[in-house]
């Protein structure tokens, strides 16, 4: 299947043919802060199924791991994209909400519960769930 996620302004796009694999929520305080929600979810693709195109601006960020983290934004909306995770050298991080797609797949793996929000009620799809 063929899906197209793109920046707020179009500028920015990747479009990916293959299967959706590993849709997660995470709830650490990066990603809140990130997203200005109260969780990213992103899918994890692999680079060899995906085609990037516009301009991009890279932003390293030191995780509580230890490691870097390097997000990919528009340089004219400012919106992240995707994000490279060093232990997912082969993928890319893609945040769903650049996909625009209200037929998404439901998440199944739920990450940093521990700092997920108290009202916050996570889809029954979810099997995975870490602290």
């Excluded at 230890?66 to 909306?77: D, E, K, L, T």
């Excluded at 793996?109 to 916050?120: I, M, T």
Aim: with cysteine.
């Amino acid at each position: 299947m063929k899906r197209v996620a793109r920046c707020l302004c179009g500028q920015l796009r990747l479009e990916h043919i293959g299967d959706i694999k590993g849709f997660s929520l995470c709830h650490c305080r990066a990603c809140q802060q990130r997203t200005g929600s109260v969780f990213g979810a992103q899918v994890l693709l692999k680079k060899t199924e995906v085609t990037l195109s516009g301009e991009t601006q890279t932003f390293e960020f030191t995780a509580d791991s230890g490691n870097s983290v390097y997000f990919y934004s528009c340089p004219v909306c400012s919106s992240t994209l995707y994000w490279q995770i060093p232990v997912y050298a082969e993928h890319w991080a893609v945040a769903v909400g650049g996909f625009a797609d209200s037929d998404f797949p439901a998440p199944t793996f739920s990450v940093y519960e521990d700092r997920k929000h108290c009202w916050l009620q996570l889809p029954e799809t979810i099997t995975e769930h870490l602290a």
